[in-house]
Each structure stands twice: as C-alpha cells, then as structure tokens.
C-alpha cells in the first residue's frame, strides 16, 4: 500500500469520533469563536507595538506613546477574555464528549455474549474505559483546541509576515516547508508507538485484574513473589514501548524546534540588514519579529498537538475495536410477548459447540420437556452439558441447530429483557457486588421493601447472620462480598433470587457452599422457593435432588436416562457410579457384583474425570 492510500486510513479513526461531537455543534460555534477572537486578538498585538514604535517612540510624542499603550492593554483584556472562554468551553467538550464515549462503549459491552469475554479479558476493557478515552478527552479538550488555534495563528503570521516583507517572509516560508517534512515521517513513528505503548498498558491492567480478583489462591499457592514478576515485567515492557514513543516524540520536537529557529535567525539577519539599509523601519522589523516568533512558536505547538493526535487516533482505533463488536445473539426484529402459561420449557434437538471450541459438540441433538411447575434435576460428569443448557435458556449463546421454547414461543423471538426477567438464576460462584446487605438481594427487585427483603432472606436462610453484622441490612460487604464466607455469600444469591420471584428458576449447585445444617436450611427453603415454577437444578450432589420430580441424567451432551433416584439406581449405570461414589449405595442388580466393585474402585481412584 502507497503511503498516499494509508494516510487516510491513519486519520480515519479521529472522524470515527464526529458522532459524539454533533450534538453540541451550537456549543462549538461558541468556543470557535472564542478561539478566532484570541487568535486575531494575538496577532494584533505586533501591529500595536510597530505604532508604538514607529510613531510613539521615534516621535517622541507622549500622547501617541500613551494612546498605544492604552490599546494594547485593550488587546490584552479581549485576548484573556476570548481565552477564558475558549478554555472553558473546550473543556467542557472534553469532558462531556469522553464521557458520552465512556458510557457508548460500556454499554456497548453490557450487551455483548460471553463469547465476546472468551477473547477479551475484562482488565483489558477497563484499560480501553479509562486510559483510551483520557487520551481522548485531552485531544477534544486541549490539544485540538490549541492546535486550531495555531493553524490560525500560522496562516495569519505568515499573511502578515507577508504584509510586512514578502522577500523575508519566503524565506520563513521555505522553512515551514522544511519543518513540516519531520513532523509528518515521525509523527507515523509516534502514532505506531502511542498504539502499541496503549496495547502493553492495557495488556498490564487485564494481568492485574486476574491476579487481584484471585488474590486467595495466589497467596495459598505462595505465588506472590511470581505474580509480582509477571506485573513487573509486563510494566517493564509497557514502559520500554513508551520510552520508545517519548524518544520519538522528543527528537520531533529538537528536530522541529532547530529547524525554526535556525530560519528564524537567519531571517531576523536579513531584516537587521534591511534596517540598517533604511529598507524598513524599526517598527516594521520589530513587528516582523514578533509575528516570526509567534509562527515558530505555532508551527512548535502543532508539532506537540500533531504526537497528542497520533497517540488518539491510536486510543479511537481500540474504542471503535470495542464498538465494532457484535453480539452474535441480537435481539428479535418484531419480538412476541412471552405467554404466562403454556406447555413449559422445550429443548428440541439442539446442536451446539462454543465458539471458542467449534470442534467440540457441547450439546448433540439434545431433545427435553419440562412440563410447567416441574422440578428437574440435571447430573452427570463434567462437561455432560448441564451448565450449557442454562446458558442456551438464558440466550447467553444461540444453538447451531434446533431450537428452544418457553411457553409454545421460541427463545430467539423473545426479547432479551423479557427472556431474563421471566428466569431467576442462582449460580455456583455467588456474585455479590460492593454495596450494603440490602442493595444485593434487592437486586432481584430493586423496587422492594424491607419487609419483603427481610422475608426473602428468612427463605434464605440468611436473615440470621444478617441480623449479626453491624449494621444489619445497611451493612455494607465490600468488594465481591469479601467480608462474608462463601456459603453466607451463597444465601445472599439465593435471597435476591427468591425476591425476584420468576416463574423459572435455574439452579447451578446452589447449596455447594454451605455446611450441612446451613444447606438443610436452604435447601428448605429452595424447595419451598420451587413451588409453583418450573425449576431446573444442576447437582453433582445427589442428596440436594432426590425429591426432584425428574431426574436427567447427562452424558457428553446427551440424556442418557431419566427417572426418580431409586429407579436410576436400577436403570442407569452412570447414575449408579455417581450415586456409590457418594452413598456407597452398590445396585447389584444391574450389572455383576465383581464388575462393578471393580469400575467403583477405578471411579474412585479417578473421580477427578467426574468432576467430584
């Protein structure tokens, strides 16, 4: 590719962000104005200090030298105030723009599958919310306002430098030519680096966030030492590819910096030269001057904006990275109501492998009917494909092949919000978020009263250690909950299901977490909880689901048998293995005594493969 058909492409990010700038056109107007006022209240002071000169100072006459002082301190008022305004309104562009883009792009990820976290690390994300856009926010905010403000004062420096001498302005011409050259070869240089320095930050957030959000098997495997090793390097190598871009941004700079004021003095020669010739007065070559030095110093200034605007281009490049990802599962185009009643959940011949694993068929023409108000119970080895069919219910993911019904409507027509609210879900890993006792189970139901918390809780089991905390329900648990232990944690998940009251609720090992009484507890109140919906449970624990109404067994994506506990222990020899690695309950009859003692010890020895 020609660097003529790539310059486009480089630019191109920075136009990605016009979206977010229109909507306040009317207050661009405003700061542009501002910074045209500044500009020309700039480039009139050179003009004033030529009369000054010429006719104040060479005249002797104290009115003139009276007069133009006067004006420029006028000038001086119109400049401060055009620049205070200007500032004020670029800044609040800035920081209303970057935060419209912050809230796009979260937004955007709020409604992305998991498979858009199968690839991206959630650090890195964060890193894209924060560093990128502040980049952002200074180029909005700062660096295109100056740069605007330059450019003005360049082309206005050199009409004028013009005005006063053109054979001295072409020289000063030709410099800006020679000037510009640098700016534009390092200036690609930076831009490669800004992107790649943003890239190993970013690279260091996500590998922080890991480790911190597993701080407890780090220090239990005492990896502390190793951890701070990967962090150390990975900043170190953040740090090399910035040093990198700062080398790059510096010698653009020398580079730029020389090459003006070499012209400059050269230039200002030559006036002396004209001076002394009677070729020009003092007032004209003062007011050269000044118009030379305020040039350099715009060209200088651009040189700077022109590495800011490089290193944003880099940060819009990952935003629009981010915002160009689409969820394969989108909502429906007309979507139907999802009926209150009906014929209950239907999985019918459903094919699906994750997408990070295409090769690997976690469900294979899986078929199963889930009458309205049933209790199922789905068990079998890891990998069986249980927690698949919560994440195809909950239309985390979409089948490759067949479908999925509530109610007589297929999934995929429903739209999303009503899909979930119609779903209670309580997850093996109970998510609890940084906020008060209250604000986690009233997550179910933000708009519920304490009663009606309090009574979800005592279903719970939890109301007990609640009323022990400090504060009670206003107390308030810390990151992911780090001040309570994981089966209080568990409660609390179970809780904010309950308070949500959904006519389907899904259960991934909900009780793995509590002691026995506890889990007697719970496990009361979830049957209670069960009532009148229809439920799924997913148990590698058999006694939490022997007084299902159905038990599936799953096995590499397929049902392999179904029925109640005792008729299992006869008709399913997988079953019968879970059910003697946990109860040593031995069904003789369903296949020879010796046999089978044989495969339970093998089972045994590796229950591992079991996911025991």
Same mark, same amino acid.
């Given at each position: 590719?020609?660097?003529?058909?790539?310059?486009?492409?480089?630019?191109?990010?920075?136009?990605?962000?016009?979206?977010?700038?229109?909507?306040?056109?009317?207050?661009?107007?405003?700061?542009?104005?501002?910074? %045209?006022?500044?500009?020309?209240?700039?480039?009139?002071?050179?003009?004033?200090?030529?009369?000054?000169?010429?006719?104040?100072?060479?005249?002797?006459?104290?009115?003139?030298?009276?007069?133009?002082?006067?004006?420029?301190?006028? =000038?001086?008022?119109?400049?401060?105030?055009?620049?205070?305004?200007?500032?004020?309104? =670029?800044?609040?562009?800035?920081?209303?723009?970057?935060?419209?883009?912050?809230?796009?792009?979260?937004?955007?990820?709020?409604?992305?599958?998991?498979?858009?976290?199968?690839?991206?690390?959630?650090?890195?994300?964060?890193?894209?919310?924060?560093? /990128?856009?502040?980049?952002?926010?200074?180029?909005?905010?700062?660096?295109?306002?100056?740069?605007?403000?330059?450019?003005?004062?360049?082309? $206005?420096?050199?009409?004028?430098?013009?005005?006063?001498?053109?054979?001295?302005?072409s020289y000063i011409v030709v410099a800006l030519v020679v000037v510009v050259a640098p700016i534009v070869i390092i200036g690609r240089r930076v831009r490669?680096?800004?992107?790649?320095?943003?890239?190993?930050?970013?690279?260091?957030?996500?590998?922080?966030?890991?480790?911190?959000?597993?701080?407890?098997?780090?220090?239990?495997?005492?990896?502390?030492?190793?951890?701070?090793?990967?962090?150390?390097?990975?900043?170190?190598?953040?740090?090399?590819?910035?040093?990198?871009?700062?080398?790059?941004?510096?010698?653009?700079?020398?580079?730029?910096?020389?090459?003006?004021?070499?012209?400059?003095?050269?230039?200002?020669?030559?006036?002396?030269?004209?001076?002394?010739?009677?070729?020009?007065?003092?007032?004209?070559?003062?007011?050269?001057?000044?118009?030379?030095?305020?040039?350099?110093?715009?060209?200088?200034?651009?040189?700077?904006?022109?590495?800011?605007?490089?290193?944003?281009?880099?940060?819009?490049?990952?935003?629009?990275?981010?915002?160009?990802?689409?969820?394969?599962?989108?909502?429906?185009?007309?979507?139907?109501?999802?009926?209150?009643?009906?014929?209950?959940?239907?999985?019918?011949?459903?094919?699906?492998?994750?997408?990070?694993?295409?090769?690997?068929?976690?469900?294979?023409?899986?078929?199963?009917?889930?009458?309205?108000?049933?209790?199922?119970?789905?068990?079998?080895?890891?990998?069986?494909?249980?927690?698949?069919?919560?994440?195809?219910?909950?239309?985390?993911?979409?089948?490759?092949?067949?479908?999925?019904?509530?109610? $007589?409507?297929?999934?995929?027509?429903?739209?999303?919000?009503?899909?979930?609210?119609?779903?209670? =879900?309580?997850?093996?890993?109970?998510?609890?978020?940084?906020?008060?006792?209250?604000?986690?189970?009233?997550?179910?139901?933000? /708009?519920?009263?304490?009663?009606?918390?309090?009574?979800?809780?005592?279903?719970?089991?939890?109301?007990?250690?609640?009323?022990?905390?400090?504060?009670?329900?206003?107390?308030?648990? $810390?990151?992911?909950?780090?001040?309570?232990?994981?089966?209080?944690?568990?409660? %609390?998940?179970?809780?904010?299901?309950?308070?949500?009251?959904?006519?389907?609720?899904?259960?991934?090992?909900?009780?793995?977490?509590?002691?026995?009484?506890?889990?007697?507890?719970?496990?009361?109140?979830?049957?209670?909880?069960?009532?009148?919906?229809?439920?799924? =449970?997913?148990?590698?624990?058999?006694?939490?689901?022997?007084?299902?109404?159905?038990?599936?067994?799953?096995?590499?994506?397929?049902?392999?048998?179904?029925?109640?506990?005792?008729?299992?222990?006869?008709?399913?020899?997988?079953?019968?293995?879970?059910?003697?690695?946990?109860?040593?309950?031995?069904?003789?009859?369903?296949?020879?005594?010796?046999?089978?003692?044989?495969?339970?010890?093998?089972?045994?020895? $590796?229950?591992?493969?079991?996911?025991?």
């Amino acid at each position: 590719m020609t660097d003529a058909a790539a310059r486009p492409r480089r630019v191109a990010p920075l136009f990605a962000l016009l979206p977010f700038l229109r909507p306040y056109a009317g207050r661009w107007a405003c700061a542009f104005l501002a910074l %045209l006022t500044s500009a020309g209240a700039t480039l009139a002071i050179p003009v004033a200090f030529k009369y000054l000169i010429d006719r104040g100072f060479a005249s002797g006459n104290r009115t003139h030298i009276d007069r133009y002082f006067i004006a420029l301190f006028v =000038v001086s008022l119109i400049f401060a105030a055009a620049a205070a305004l200007r500032f004020y309104w =670029v800044s609040w562009l800035g920081e209303r723009v970057t935060a419209d883009l912050r809230r796009a792009v979260y937004d955007h990820v709020m409604k992305m599958s998991p498979q858009f976290f199968e690839t991206t690390q959630t650090g890195e994300v964060l890193s894209r919310l924060t560093t /990128d856009t502040t980049l952002i926010q200074t180029v909005v905010g700062t660096s295109l306002s100056l740069g605007l403000r330059n450019i003005l004062l360049i082309v $206005g420096g050199v009409a004028m430098l013009f005005t006063t001498s053109a054979e001295l302005s072409s020289y000063i011409v030709v410099a800006l030519v020679v000037v510009v050259a640098p700016i534009v070869i390092i200036g690609r240089r930076v831009r490669q680096l800004s992107r790649a320095s943003q890239d190993k930050v970013a690279s260091a957030s996500a590998l922080a966030g890991e480790v911190l959000n597993a701080m407890p098997t780090v220090q239990s495997y005492t990896h502390e030492t190793h951890e701070a090793n990967r962090f150390g390097g990975a900043v170190e190598a953040a740090f090399d590819t910035a040093l990198a871009r700062i080398r790059a941004r510096a010698l653009m700079t020398a580079v730029v910096i020389v090459s003006v004021f070499a012209a400059i003095v050269f230039v200002l020669w030559l006036g002396a030269q004209e001076v002394l010739a009677r070729h020009m007065t003092a007032g004209q070559l003062s007011q050269f001057i000044l118009y030379a030095v305020f040039t350099a110093g715009a060209v200088g200034a651009v040189a700077e904006v022109w590495g800011d605007l490089q290193r944003a281009a880099g940060a819009t490049e990952r935003l629009l990275q981010v915002l160009a990802a689409r969820s394969p599962v989108v909502e429906a185009e007309s979507p139907v109501p999802l009926p209150a009643r009906g014929n209950g959940i239907r999985f019918h011949d459903v094919g699906f492998s994750y997408p990070s694993r295409p090769g690997i068929a976690a469900l294979s023409s899986f078929s199963l009917d889930v009458r309205p108000g049933e209790h199922v119970a789905l068990v079998g080895p890891s990998g069986a494909g249980k927690t698949t069919l919560f994440q195809l219910l909950l239309r985390f993911y979409d089948p490759q092949s067949g479908e999925i019904l509530i109610n $007589g409507v297929r999934t995929d027509q429903v739209s999303l919000t009503s899909l979930r609210e119609a779903i209670g =879900v309580v997850l093996q890993e109970s998510v609890i978020f940084s906020g008060s006792v209250l604000d986690n189970i009233r997550y179910g139901m933000p /708009d519920a009263t304490l009663a009606q918390v309090q009574r979800a809780a005592e279903m719970a089991a939890a109301a007990g250690f609640i009323e022990e905390l400090p504060q009670g329900y206003e107390t308030f648990l $810390g990151e992911r909950g780090v001040r309570l232990s994981g089966g209080q944690r568990q409660r %609390l998940a179970i809780a904010r299901a309950i308070l949500k009251n959904p006519p389907i609720l899904l259960l991934d090992e909900a009780t793995s977490a509590l002691d026995a009484a506890s889990e007697r507890l719970v496990q009361t109140a979830l049957d209670n909880a069960a009532l009148n919906r229809t439920t799924l =449970v997913i148990a590698h624990r058999l006694a939490t689901v022997q007084r299902a109404d159905r038990i599936v067994v799953l096995d590499h994506g397929r049902i392999v048998a179904q029925g109640r506990h005792a008729e299992l222990l006869q008709s399913s020899p997988l079953y019968a293995q879970l059910a003697a690695l946990q109860f040593g309950e031995i069904p003789l009859a369903t296949t020879g005594p010796d046999v089978f003692r044989d495969q339970i010890d093998s089972l045994r020895a $590796g229950s591992g493969a079991l996911g025991l």
